[in-house]
């Protein structure tokens, strides 16, 4: 009988390890493929445009590991706006060249569909390695942070069925399905407090 391993909050250095672990889990969704065509690119993409992400949610989120670093969670506390990374368009262009006004039109279809009014976690990354998922690693995660902060509401953006199963699982609910343009659907998804 496996048992799960331990959840660790990340520290500054760990921000290249957790955007690695969510490139790795990310690269065959259907989002990932309208985010970046080229197979031949999209890891690598991916990988740069997480590091902006995944350094930023050290600094104003909040990031946990599995400690046999086979999955993380990333999530950011909306109690009071957020700034945008340091840089972010010189470099999102960096980091995404060719690919870069497809992960502009990402982050506008997120922003349109993003609740606003009231304060929650909005878990912006759960990723679990290729050869861990249906492990319960991802349970884990989940629910390490829906035990810390059981007084706080939480969303999320569901990128596959599966995912939303999970979610759905852990007691979030449909908030609406949305499309990328002319791209995949993505369900936002409510967790009420408690």
Known sequence: ?????????????????????????????????????????????????MLIWTEHALTYGM??????????AVWFPVVEPIPMPADYEERLDKACGEWADRFRALDTTFEANH??????????FLAVRPGYQGS????????????RYADMPAYLEASSLGSRR????????????????????????????G
Do not use: C, K
């Open 1 to 49: 009988m496996s048992t799960l391993p331990g959840i660790v909050d990340a520290g500054p250095h760990d921000a290249e390890l957790a955007a690695d672990i969510i490139s790795d889990a990310f690269e065959a969704l259907d989002a990932a493929t309208w985010l970046v065509a080229d197979p031949g690119q999209r890891r690598d993409v991916l990988a740069r445009d």
């Open 136 to 147: 319960g690693v991802g349970t884990a995660l989940l629910n390490h942070h829906h035990e």
């Open 115 to 124: 609740p606003h009014g009231e304060a929650h976690h909005h878990l912006a």
């Open 63 to 72: 990031v946990n590991l599995a400690d046999d670093l086979s999955a993380v």
């Open 166 to 193: 999970l979610y759905l699982r852990h007691g979030y609910t449909d908030a609406g399905e949305f499309r990328l343009p002319d791209g995949p659907p993505l369900w936002s998804m409510w967790r009420p407090a």
